[in-house]
Structure formats: structure tokens, C-alpha cells
């Protein structure tokens, strides 16, 4: 297997992936998606709102901003414990991290919350972004809320996700026959991704631009001789994961990685106890 860093930043990783099925990188993209715990509020108790916006509105939108969870499956107890704790109202403080928040409308003018006045109860669990507008206050109207965040699994609700994104695409396979192209460049014209260039009276490829072919095959079809083909190359892919900022992506990998290890085990062991391997 091969795996090749094609982008990386804080929040993004893009991989070419080679020599791996297709239902190998499919389990992990969807173990990073669904089964890697991340903090998220689930409950929140509404002391005042007065603003224009419902609880379940506002309660929403503070579920949906992504928490620091770096070292929150070390401190807090599992998200199947905390569920039941949660359902009870019992937040405690080994499932739970409290996040407290209390504005007012100005005298004058208008007041924007923002995620970074959620005050928390753990400096390890705080919002990744300080500059998410949650409501508007104007003279009168008032917020006052104690919000829980507990640890969640993607499969559960999307908020406890530490993705915002995690695709697959095929890397094209592109052939072009020079001797029946007779370089009208119809399909450089068609083709929206920049993918073709003419050199020497040829079509050929654009390398830089292969990955960015949405298989989309308008150069096949514009091309009178038929001489271009697209299909995609056998077991090579690109993964693109989209960060929400909860886990660092060699955080999320890890854990994704070891919680696929940790299925396949209990599955092997099921097949031992009920005797059909040994
Ligand atoms: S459309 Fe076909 S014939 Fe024309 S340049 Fe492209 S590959 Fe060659
Ligand atoms: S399939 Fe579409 S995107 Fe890919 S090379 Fe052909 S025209 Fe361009």
C-alpha cells in the first residue's frame, strides 16, 4: 500500500491512496466519520430568553459548534454512560462539561453573541472557533443558559462528528490515442476541469489537473474519431477529510484505526466461541 500526502492543513487532509480495496479505506472513512468521540453539548437548561430566537432554536445552534476534544476521551466516561446520565439530568461532572452563558441587549444598538462567551466549566473543552454568531440582543432581551456537552459518536447525531466532511473520488485513467487524434481540441475546450492540453497537435494530459477530472466525459463525447477514453484506475483512490477542528486529523485517524482493530478482534472472537474458526 501506498499512501501520498497530496494536501495538508490544520483542518484538511487530502491523500492518494494506492494499493488499498476500496472497502478497506470505505470502513476507515466511515469510522472517522461515525465512530470517533468528540464533545458536543446535548442539553441545555434555559434560565432567560428573552431574545427573538426559540430555546430549541438557539439550543441548536449551540449543538452544532464543534467543541476541543482532544483529551476529552481520556477525562470523561464513554457516550453511552453519559447518554443515560443525560436523559436523568444528572450532569455530572465525569460525563459532562458545563458551558455557561449570560448576555444582555445594550442601551443602545445591538449585541452579537458569539461562541467565544460560551464561558466553560473545562479549559480543555471550549469552542474551536471564537467568532460564531449564535444570536442578537437588543434592549430588553436577555440570554441566560447552562449548556452540557458530553462525548457523542457521528452515528448518533452529526454534531458529535469530527468531520464536516470525509470523501473518496477514483483517480481517473485517461487514454488518449495520438494516432487517431487529429488535434481539433474540441475535448480541450469541452473539458471544465483544465484536464487536456494540446501539444505538438495532440490531445494529452494536463498532469497538474488529472486529479480535478470529475468523470464527468464530455471529451468522449465531443471527440468525432473516438479517440479519448476515460475510466479510473483499480484500487487507487483520493481521501479527502474536512476537519471540524474537534480532534486533530492524526488524533482522529488513530483512534478511527484503533477502533476498526477493536471491532475485527471482537468479530474474530465471536467466530472462535461459536466454533466456526479456530
Ligand atoms: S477531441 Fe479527440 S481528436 Fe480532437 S483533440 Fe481531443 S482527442 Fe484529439
Ligand atoms: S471526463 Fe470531464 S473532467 Fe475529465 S477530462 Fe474529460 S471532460 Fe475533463
Known amino acids: 500500500m501506498n499512501i501520498e500526502i497530496l494536501e495538508k492543513t490544520p483542518f484538511t487532509l487530502k491523500l492518494y491512496v494506492k494499493d488499498l480495496p476500496i472497502h478497506v479505506l470505505n470502513a476507515i472513512r466511515r469510522a472517522v466519520m461515525s465512530e470517533v468521540p468528540v464533545m458536543a453539548i446535548d442539553y441545555v437548561i434555559f434560565i432567560e430568553n428573552s431574545s427573538v430566537f426559540y430555546d430549541e432554536y438557539i439550543a441548536h445552534r449551540l449543538g452544532l459548534i464543534p467543541l476541543t476534544s482532544e483529551n476529552a476521551s481520556d477525562k470523561y466516561k464513554s457516550p453511552e454512560e453519559c447518554a443515560e446520565a443525560g436523559e436523568k439530568k444528572v450532569f455530572s461532572t465525569d460525563c459532562f462539561v458545563k458551558l455557561d452563558l449570560e448576555a444582555e441587549g445594550p442601551e443602545n444598538g445591538m449585541l452579537t453573541i458569539y461562541s467565544r462567551d460560551l464561558a466553560s466549566s473545562d479549559s480543555d473543552v471550549k469552542p474551536v472557533f471564537d467568532n460564531i454568531p449564535l444570536a442578537k440582543l437588543v434592549k430588553g432581551q436577555k440570554i441566560k443558559l447552562e449548556a452540557f456537552a458530553r462525548l457523542g459518536r457521528g452515528k448518533e447525531h452529526i454534531k458529535w462528528s469530527p468531520v464536516s466532511a470525509a470523501t473518496h473520488k477514483y483517480v481517473p485513467n485517461i487514454i488518449i490515442n495520438s494516432e487517431n487524434c487529429n488535434g481539433c481540441g474540441k475535448c480541450i475546450d469541452a473539458c ?87
Do not use: M, W
Open 192 to 278: 471544465p476541469r483544465g484536464v487536456l492540453k494540446l501539444v505538438d497537435g495532440k490531445a494529452v494530459i494536463n498532469e497538474s489537473n488529472l486529479l480535478l477530472c470529475s468523470f464527468c466525459r464530455l471529451c468522449e463525447q465531443v471527440c468525432e474519431p473516438r479517440a479519448i477514453r476515460v475510466s479510473h484506475r483499480e484500487d487507487e483512490y483520493v481521501l479527502y477529510l474536512d476537519f471540524t477542528g474537534a480532534l486533530s486529523p492524526r488524533k482522529t485517524l488513530i483512534e478511527a484505526s484503533n477502533i476498526l482493530i477493536k471491532k475485527l478482534d471482537e468479530f474474530e472472537e465471536k467466530l472462535k466461541n461459536l466454533g466456526v474458526i479456530q
